[in-house]
T-cell receptor, first 114, second 110 residues
């Protein structure tokens, strides 16, 4: 079945540590996105990528980094510069052209600080 | 920039009808989308309105008034499984991404 796979489901970060969240899709979608969700809040855009080897900052990119070396993969690194990393992280993908309005989401990664 | 307003919480009973409103402010406008998210789960796409009027998909309908910068999601014959958070989202012409509202938590009781 086609879909988006995020791993791990739960992740713990120590002070000063960088951690990487995995996101893989087999939907052959061009665009991929990372959103952060805090309790009682909407989804806020961290980074997005519309083609391989290219990505743009979203609204809250500080303290995060991404790469897009393959169409299928869009990993997110939460760096030690992100002082409040505890949140639910959602990866999504979409077709860039006609169906730009419909995002397909992964099941998310809950990141907590030890 | 873009901003969206929706109620934080709505309660209803099984079998009832509930309407979740969304007002938005954008510099341009493509359309209004709705997503459902169960607790701890992935948001899933429900509907999209680019033109004024009502779009119906089974028990769910979505409405848009571009002149009023307003839309709503209508859920009929509510079921317990409809208890979830519902997000409206917009993309305007200058952006290639969606901006989401803060979500409305719907609680359906027996």
């Amino acid at each position: 079945d086609g879909g988006i796979t995020q791993s791990p489901k739960y992740l713990f970060r120590k002070e000063g540590q960088n951690v990487t969240l995995s996101c893989e899709q087999n939907l052959n979608h061009d665009a991929m996105y990372w959103y952060r969700q805090d309790p009682g809040q909407g989804l806020r855009l961290i980074y997005y990528s519309q083609i391989v080897n290219d990505f743009q900052k979203g609204d809250i990119a500080e303290g995060y980094s991404v790469s897009r070396e393959k169409k299928e993969s869009f990993p997110l690194t939460v760096t030690s510069a992100q002082k409040n990393p505890t949140a639910f992280y959602l990866c999504a993908s979409s077709i860039v052209a006609a169906s730009r309005e419909k995002l397909f989401f992964g099941s998310g990664t809950q990141l907590s600080v030890l | 920039g873009q901003s969206l307003e929706q109620p934080s919480e709505v309660t209803a009973v099984e079998g009832a009808i509930v309407q979740i409103n969304c007002t938005y402010q954008t510099s341009g406008f493509y359309g209004l989308s709705w997503y459902q998210q169960h607790d701890g789960g992935a948001p899933t796409f429900l509907s999209y309105n680019a033109l004024d009027g009502l779009e119906e998909t089974g028990r769910f309908s979505s409405f848009l008034s571009r002149s009023d910068s307003y839309g709503y999601l209508l859920l009929q014959e509510l079921q317990m499984k409809d208890s979830a958070s519902y997000f409206c989202a917009v993309r305007d012409r200058g952006y290639s991404t969606l901006t989401f509202g803060k979500g409305t938590m719907l609680l359906v009781s027996p």
